[in-house]
């Protein structure tokens, strides 16, 4: 029987602060499965780093409950099958699942979806994946874009907010992208943005919220990151705004059990009659193919820009994960094996 040099990396101690390779622990083993009926053995080519994996080592239950200790840390990946006991899929074959930090492993084929030979198999893990449709469902359904408003994107170079700014200038609305660099505020100018915001450049909330009412208001607000630049937003709505929650980057990294009190906000939603809402990509998940129908015709036609940050190696995960805490990554964070 064949026999195959797999690694993991299993998640040990939970970060009090940023997470690091320190809360981890490489193993590397020889693995030899007997398949059962309808698996399959894939070797991992793309893994998926994201932000939500941070929000899953919290010390107190979330959407979920905290991410187990000693066991592989999770991600989404694209696999070529190795061998296979399933008539779905023949060896060689591209495929999507949800295995995790591991370079081999047998998997049930109902876990798998196999992927089209013609596409770029990171779309998988982007824009025809989980950030697109977080991207799609948050926006077109939370937030209710109607043509000629004004979208406000925040994280907007990211994985998700770039693809919330092409589907917003889609729908005819304005959008104000909010970056941490001036390269990543030129990468959303070409995009097509209005106006494209370094939050740096803002040494508080009042001068950004100064500016973005200058620019007209806020209809609908497309929140990846957080702290400041919510607290500026929330005083520049517009009536009857919409304010969709995707994510809280900036509390993540050391706030995630006890975040940051900025100041406090409910009087604006009262004023402008606004509302809120969170999103979470896993509630759209039985829906996806309505998200392919619209979106993937545009993908197609090179229509929708997807960029992505690939890093080389699987032990360069954990650095990966923590990066994203510093703004390293346009678009998507993806490690290649």
Same mark, same amino acid.
């Given at each position: 029987?064949? #026999?195959?040099?797999?690694?993991?990396?299993?998640?040990?101690?939970?970060?009090?602060g940023?997470?690091?390779?320190?809360?981890?622990?490489?193993? !590397?083993?020889?693995?030899?499965?007997?398949?059962?009926?309808?698996?399959?053995?894939?070797?991992?080519?793309?893994?998926s780093?994201?932000?939500?994996?941070?929000?899953?080592?919290?010390?107190?239950?979330?959407?979920?409950?905290?991410?187990? *200790?000693?066991?592989?840390?999770?991600?989404?990946?694209?696999?070529?099958?190795?061998? !296979?006991?399933?008539?779905n899929?023949?060896?060689?074959?591209?495929?999507?699942?949800?295995?995790?930090?591991?370079?081999?492993?047998?998997?049930?084929?109902?876990e798998?979806?196999? *992927?089209?030979s &013609?596409? &770029?198999?990171t779309?998988?893990?982007? $824009?025809l994946?989980?950030?697109?449709?977080?991207?799609?469902?948050?926006?077109?359904?939370?937030?209710?874009?109607?043509?000629?408003?004004?979208?406000?994107?925040?994280?907007?170079a990211?994985?998700?907010?770039?693809? $919330?700014?092409?589907?917003?200038?889609?729908?005819?609305?304005?959008v104000?992208?909010?970056?941490?660099?001036?390269?990543?505020?030129?990468?959303?100018?070409?995009?097509?943005?209005?106006?494209?915001?370094n939050?740096k450049?803002?040494?508080?909330?009042?001068h950004?919220?100064? +500016?973005?009412? !200058?620019?007209?208001?806020?209809?609908?607000?497309?929140?990846?990151?957080?702290?400041?630049?919510?607290?500026?937003?929330?005083? #520049?709505?517009?009536?009857h705004? @919409?304010?969709?929650?995707?994510?809280?980057? !900036?509390?993540? &990294?050391?706030?995630?059990?006890?975040?940051?009190?900025?100041?406090?906000?409910?009087?604006?939603?009262?004023?402008? @009659?606004? +509302?809120?809402?969170?999103?979470?990509?896993?509630?759209? #998940?039985?829906?996806? &193919?309505?998200?392919?129908?619209?979106?993937?015709?545009?993908?197609?036609?090179?229509?929708?820009?997807?960029?992505?940050?690939?890093?080389?190696?699987?032990? *360069?995960?954990?650095?990966?994960?923590?990066?994203?805490?510093e703004?390293?990554? +346009?678009?998507?964070?993806?490690?290649?094996?």
């Amino acid at each position: 029987m064949t #026999s195959y040099q797999q690694k993991q990396w299993i998640y040990t101690q939970r970060p009090l602060g940023r997470v690091s390779e320190q809360h981890y622990q490489l193993k !590397s083993h020889r693995y030899a499965p007997q398949l059962a009926n309808n698996e399959v053995l894939i070797e991992t080519t793309l893994v998926s780093v994201d932000p939500y994996m941070r929000i899953q080592q919290s010390e107190k239950p979330t959407w979920e409950q905290p991410h187990p *200790l000693n066991t592989v840390q999770g991600a989404a990946t694209v696999s070529k099958v190795l061998l !296979s006991n399933n008539d779905n899929f023949k060896v060689g074959d591209l495929v999507a699942g949800y295995t995790g930090w591991q370079t081999h492993t047998a998997v049930h084929g109902s876990e798998l979806q196999k *992927l089209a030979s &013609d596409i &770029d198999p990171t779309t998988a893990l982007g $824009v025809l994946g989980m950030p697109g449709r977080t991207a799609w469902f948050g926006l077109m359904e939370a937030g209710k874009p109607r043509a000629g408003e004004t979208v406000v994107v925040s994280g907007a170079a990211g994985a998700v907010g770039s693809l $919330v700014v092409q589907f917003a200038l889609k729908n005819g609305c304005k959008v104000i992208a909010l970056a941490g660099t001036s390269e990543k505020c030129e990468w959303l100018e070409q995009l097509g943005v209005q106006h494209a915001l370094n939050y740096k450049d803002f040494d508080n909330a009042s001068h950004l919220a100064d +500016t973005l009412a !200058s620019l007209g208001g806020v209809d609908v607000y497309f929140d990846n990151v957080g702290g400041f630049i919510t607290d500026a937003v929330m005083q #520049s709505l517009k009536l009857h705004a @919409r304010i969709v929650i995707c994510g809280q980057i !900036s509390q993540y &990294d050391g706030g995630l059990d006890n975040p940051a009190q900025g100041p406090r906000f409910l009087h604006q939603m009262l004023y402008k @009659r606004a +509302t809120i809402e969170g999103v979470l990509a896993r509630d759209y #998940s039985h829906r996806m &193919d309505e998200m392919l129908r619209h979106v993937g015709p545009w993908v197609a036609a090179g229509e929708i820009t997807f960029k992505s940050t690939i890093v080389e190696g699987f032990e *360069l995960l954990p650095q990966t994960l923590g990066g994203l805490f510093e703004g390293q990554n +346009t678009g998507k964070a993806i490690v290649r094996i």
